[in-house]
Nanobody
Framework: QVQLVESGGGSVQAGGSLRLSCAASGDIFRVVTMGWYRQAPGKQRELVASITGGGSTSYADSVKGRFTISSDNAKNTTDLQMHSLKLQDTTVYSC??????????????WGQGTQVTVSS
């Protein structure tokens, strides 16, 4: 089994910054992909950013130029650095990982989520 634990959420004024962190632990053979989702009230779940084990990144259009995802393969962690935060960024952010515990299989895991609140 693998567990993901997020940290770094909180409250910040519009235009400010926060860094979210996610640590994967357990029976990990290889991390295929890690990323961050969010789901604002009344909206579908959105993939905010993702990063592969090889370092390839992808971002939602709504956060391009403001958010940066990074990872530490040795520690099985990923960070989401958020700058220029807007009111509409307010929601729960969840870490996800596609993680293999053997060379022949993988599973998707989810963290419990961390709240980000942006105020005026």
């Amino acid at each position: 089994q693998v567990q993901l634990v997020e940290s770094g959420g909180g409250s910040v004024q519009a235009g400010g910054s926060l860094r979210l962190s996610c640590a994967a632990s357990g029976d990990i053979f290889r991390v295929v992909t890690m990323g961050w989702y969010r789901q604002a009230p009344g909206k579908q779940r959105e993939l905010v950013a993702s990063i592969t084990g090889g370092g390839s990144t992808s971002y939602a259009d709504s956060v391009k130029g403001r958010f940066t995802i990074s990872s530490d393969n040795a520690k099985n962690t990923t960070d989401l650095q958020m700058h220029s935060l807007k009111l509409q960024d307010t929601t729960v952010y969840s870490c996800t990982g596609r993680i293999s515990s053997s060379p022949f299989s993988f599973r998707d895991y989810w963290g419990q989520g961390t709240q980000v609140t942006v105020s005026s």
